[in-house]
């Protein structure tokens, strides 16, 4: 079982992915493990779903076995299990005609699933499903690597950029 995120900080911003791992033998988890990384220069919440998506991915084909992945986007749920299909059909296009966003991501995705079996389970941002919430904060931990530490400082604690702050 697989569970993936993206995080973005400011969309575009600086962005980041995760894919927390839990490997089973029947019902027994036998290993836990994760992945996660960002992009280069600024990106879309998206596109992270999408790179945590295909990092699951790619995973689950290095260990042979079929992939359970849970993600918290209905980007990536029904984009994979509903609108890829008419997308191909209509030249990359979606319904009112337009490019289909991050197209590039899309078919390397639709590339990794094609010989590959997945089941795509959407579950609720935030709504205490454990392995959801570890991947959300490995993907907004690998976003924030990339803000440099006075901008942190700023986020964190803006109190010591006021003028009125005090520096004791």
Request: charged content about 25%.
């Amino acid at each position: 079982m697989l569970a993936t995120d993206g995080a973005c900080l400011g969309n575009p911003g600086p962005g980041g992915w995760a894919v927390v791992i839990h490997e089973h033998d029947n019902d027994t988890v036998v290993c836990r493990s994760a992945l996660a990384g960002h992009a280069v220069g600024d990106t879309t919440n998206n596109q992270m779903e999408l790179q945590a998506a295909i990092e699951a991915v790619r995973y689950a084909k290095t260990l042979g076995l079929p992939a359970v992945i849970t993600t918290d986007s209905q980007y990536v749920q029904r984009g994979i299990t509903e609108w890829l299909p008419n997308w191909k059909d209509n030249g990359w296009r979606t319904s009112d005609r337009k490019s289909v966003k991050n197209r590039d991501l899309w078919q390397a995705l639709d590339a990794l699933v094609a010989d590959h079996p997945v089941k795509w389970r959407w579950v609720k941002a935030h709504s205490g499903h454990i392995m959801n919430e570890a991947a959300d904060e490995l993907a907004k931990n690998a976003a924030w690597r990339l803000v440099s530490t006075k901008k942190k400082l700023r986020y964190f604690h803006p109190k010591l950029f006021s003028k009125t702050s005090e520096v004791a």
